[in-house]
């Protein structure tokens, strides 16, 4: 399976800052996922990231708040910004696999203050 | 609304039994069903995957699809300490392979 490096594993960060997420894939994939899971709670899809083309977001989900980019076929970035407290989650890359698996990066784990 | 239900547990299991998981989808037109262990505070770790009807064994799991009565499930096998974690059941319904989750198991076996 591919290897997914997520970075940063954790961070403390003042509510209305932003922080850029960032995904790295060992190989290359075509699709890549961002998945949310708040406190206590199961993943959500955030959105769907295209190579060469703008992201896919889900139902409750908006660009201005989750930018995401990806740039080639082996990274992509999900931007978390003008952060509450709400929006304290952990944070996960995901890649598709050739039969359809999903493998998660270790996630970020954001508190915001 | 597409749903993925579990129930939340937790599911307390004596070490050296069975551990038996379930999981209900709404979605008909879902294809792909996995099965993901997640301990505290790490990411989801793919454990099974079944995309047929009938039973799918690998080790101490065996993951079982019934897409007539839209459920699946997992058996563990002569259960851990090591195997308490929680247990989410995800559905794909499209050849993208975005997934939706149920809200997880949580399973403790006690030794």
Known sequence: SAVISQKPSRDICQRGTSLTIQCQVDSQVTMMFWYR??????LTLIATANQGSEATYESGFVIDKFPISRPNLTFSTLTVSNMSPEDSSIYLCSVEEVAREAFFGQGTRLTVV | QKEVEQNSGPLSVPEGAIASLNCTYSDR??????WYRQYSGKSPELIMFIYSNGDKEDGRFTAQLNKASQYVSLLIRDSQPSDSATYLCAVGADSWGKLQFGAGTQVVVTP
């Not at chain 1, 899971?37 to 199961?42: D, K, L, R």
């Not at chain 2, 037109?29 to 996995?34: E, I």
């Open chain 2, 29 to 34: 037109g879902s294809q792909s069903f996995f």
């Open chain 1, 37 to 42: 899971q708040q406190p206590g709670q199961s």
